[in-house]
């Protein structure tokens, strides 16, 4: 049950839940006070939750997973819902790793299809002939990105209209052997060399299997499920991108048309890996703005919005109107609930939930704690900890055999006790530096040792996010047991702070050890301790006392002079403290206002603009350090959009459609000197009337960090966004 102080939750727990209602599947009860919650997005009012996607996001062993698959199951079992996984995660069955999602989508009846073991045909009829051309540009930019020039853009569509490209393998050949076009064959082959090359990973190379080969298909579209198991992949391979760009484009194309279900799904599991890429985070949000119209919800799960970095495709995360957020460390959870605009008392609880249990958004004013509920059934299907548990079992063996070395070493002479029975040294010890009290005061437990070993060693293999996660545990349980200013949870800090130094992150390794600093408990702080140590590796030398003279009481004092400057300066001094007084509550105020906005920070802007038939959005993002923007004008897919322009602070950038391809995306830096004042740009877009030569229509647009908000700088007013 989770832990919250009693004014809050006498204070919270009436607003929280109020009198809402949802309409839908059982998914659990309110920790707050106990109700049911149900919720199928889809049968919700759209004046109350405008679209149906949703975020789930936690630590290791959170329940994220378990309760998005509960949910998946409840949906179909109830009212037919169709799901398409994306599963990047493997679990251990019968001694052989499959996607997690596998034993739901066979108990449903629907298809595991493993990559290499089904092939997917981007060629297919199915697609119309744009998608294929878009679909195969994507399979060769996931290889070879500088492979696309226009030349050879050129000579891939001209590929493509040969009878042969039927398959991958018949456009590669093609490529090689073109029919004379608009331009010689021989030029074409010479041009086409480049997309030959690229392609033919996936012809011949180590991508054999997974787009070309005699059984070359598109999945079914009538099932109840249908998973596809990237588990066997290498998670840095080209393959990953390429594969989603295949089922992306299959789920726009062909699953969401011929699809008879009143509702259909697309889960991404372990999404940071799939959003990273800028061609499938574009195609996730294509799918997220067109959801309400398509009948479909996006459910992306993931550990952290940190896995994203502080690119576009964070600002996918925001167009999810239902959130999940199971326990996540102090800082990940403050990031995410700046985010997601949670409010205080659920940010604070989020490092202290249990298993199972989650904050739950769900559109703008419901926020509520959830404790899902799980039947044994639905436990089998969902079990996505067989590997936790083997460890943990190897973990309590290991601590049985050192138990009974430690017996067998008590009649042991000295002299012939391996070295790391001493105390003092384990064969597995610390091998980092830590502070000098630590090692006395705070690491005394064999139970805390292994636990932050465990962290550490992580960090060190590159397991990064293990180890974030595993850190979280640790904190968590001993936040529980002993009180958040506890030795224990302040050990937490230092293994955190030795995690963000192994992962690169000096400024956070940083902070953390600066606030160990700060920290202390009821009968002081742990680290002012310093029984072994004659000085404390937090603090400076302290002033000395000044020494008296000898003697000096025993000479007779010669009778003070009276001195009338003093009471001059005093009348002077008071009269520049009035005048001092008037300008300090001038500054205090200006040093609210400011302290307000950066209170309401949000570090990113946006608008939706449609202008001659064209639908933009131009789009500011401001830098983690603040001391740089980014600017883009967004038009992706608009086959209208003949000229894009930006121009701000001395800089421009200009975009139109070239060899056939339509106009990317322009994009502008700017230094910032003030990260809390609003930047100014003018947007031109040239659309369905434009002529060349003659002027586009100029827009002038004001972008505030502090609110998120644009406004039109002619007229003031505000402005729409679809971010």
């Known amino acids: 049950m989770i832990r919250l102080p009693t004014n809050h939750a006498a204070i919270t727990a009436p607003l929280v839940a109020s009198n809402t209602a949802f309409p839908g599947i059982p998914i659990g009860r309110s920790v707050l006070d106990g ?33 998005k698959k509960i949910r998946a199951r409840r949906e179909n079992l109830y009212h037919e819902h169709q799901y398409v996984v994306i599963d990047s995660y493997g679990e251990q069955q019968n001694k052989q790793t499959e996607g997690e999602w596998a034993p739901l989508t066979r108990d449903l009846g629907g298809l595991v299809i493993e990559a290499g073991e089904f092939t997917l045909n981007p060629c297919s009829p199915e697609f119309p002939h744009e998608v294929r051309e878009q679909l195969i540009r994507s399979l060769i930019a996931a290889v070879e990105p500088e492979a696309l020039t226009a030349r ?5 569509q001209h590929a493509l209209n040969n009878p042969k490209a039927s398959t991958l393998n018949g456009v590669v050949d093609a490529l090689q052997d073109p029919q004379d076009g608009r331009y010689p064959a021989q030029e074409l082959a010479a041009w086409g060399v480049d997309a030959v090359l690229a392609l033919s990973r996936y012809t011949d190379g180590s991508l054999r299997g997974l787009f070309d080969g005699p059984a070359a298909g598109l999945p079914p579209c009538d099932l109840p499920m249908i998973s596809f198991d990237f588990t066997k992949l290498d998670r840095n391979s080209p393959a990953i991108p390429a594969l989603m760009a295949a089922v992306g484009y299959w789920v726009e194309h062909v699953w969401l048309k011929q699809s008879t279900a009143a509702h259909r799904h697309l889960v991404l599991e372990e999404a940071w890996q799939i959003l990273l890429f800028p061609a499938t985070s574009e195609l996730i949000q294509r799918l997220l703005k067109n959801s309400r119209k398509a009948a479909l919800s996006l459910d992306v799960v993931m550990h952290t919005l940190s896995d994203l970095g502080d690119g576009r495709a964070q600002d996918l995360a925001k167009l999810c109107e239902i959130a999940h957020v199971g326990r996540l460390a102090p800082e990940e959870a403050a990031k995410v609930g700046a985010l997601l605009e949670l409010p205080a008392w659920a940010i604070e609880a989020i490092p202290t939930l249990e298993r199972g249990q989650a904050v739950w958004k769900v559109g703008p004013d419901y926020v509520d704690i959830i404790q899902t509920t799980i039947d044994e059934e639905e436990a089998k299907l969902t079990d996505t900890s067989t590997r936790r548990r083997k460890a943990q079992q190897a973990l309590a063996n290991e601590e049985e055999e050192e138990d009974e070395a430690v017996s067998l070493t008590k009649d042991t002479p000295p002299e012939e006790a391996d070295a790391y029975d001493q105390p003092g040294t384990t064969e597995d010890g610390w091998d980092f530096e830590m502070p000098p009290t630590m090692v006395d005061t705070v690491y005394a437990g064999p139970q805390l040792d292994s636990r932050h070993h465990a962290v550490i ?9 293990e180890a974030a996660d595993l850190a979280a545990l640790g904190e968590r349980e001993d936040f529980t047991a002993h009180g958040i200013n506890s030795i224990q949870a302040t050990a937490w800090l230092i293994t955190r702070a030795e ?7 000096t400024a956070q390794a940083a902070q953390l050890r600066a606030t160990v600093a700060r920290m202390g408990n009821n009968d002081g702080a742990w680290f002012e301790q310093t029984d072994n140590l004659s000085t404390q590796w937090h603090r400076g030398p302290q002033p000395s006392e000044p020494v008296p003279v000898a003697g000096a ?40 206002q400011r302290q307000e906005k ?31 923007v980014i600017v883009e004008l967004r038009a992706p ?23 056939g391809r339509l106009a ?60």
């Open 35 to 67: 109700r049911p919650f149900r919720l199928s997005p889809v049968l919700v009012d759209e004046r109350v939750l405008p679209s149906t996607n949703s975020i789930a996001l936690g630590g290791l062993g959170s329940g994220k997973s378990t309760t």
């Open 598 to 628: 950066v209170a309401a920070y949000k570090g990113r802007s946006g608008a939706n603009l449609v202008v001659d038939a064209v639908d933009a959005d131009v789009v500011a993002q401001w830098t983690q350090h603040r001391d740089r």
């Open 664 to 723: 990317q995306t322009p994009e502008i830096e700017l230094p910032v000197k003030d990260p809390l004042a609003d930047v100014k740009v003018q947007v031109a877009i040239g659309g369905k009337s434009w002529k060349e030569g003659t002027r586009a229509t100029y827009r002038t647009i004001r972008l505030s960090p502090t609110t998120g908000v644009a406004y039109d700088a002619d007229t003031g007013k505000q402005l729409p966004s679809d971010l």
């Open 457 to 465: 060693q992580a960090a060190k293999e590159g397991r990064l996010t």
């Open 637 to 659: 897919f608009e086959k209208n959009a003949k000229y894009l322009r930006l121009d701000a602070g001395g800089k421009h950038a200009v975009s139109q459609p070239e060899d």
């Open 499 to 505: 995690v963000a130094k192994l992962s690169g992150n």
């Open 152 to 156: 050879t853009a050129h000579a891939l």
């Open 553 to 592: 009481d025993d000479q007779p004092q010669p009778p003070a002079r009276r001195r009338t400057w003093p009471y001059i300066a005093a009348i002077a001094a008071l009269a520049l403290t009035v005048a001092g007084v008037w300008q300090k509550a001038e500054d205090d105020h200006q040093q609210e």
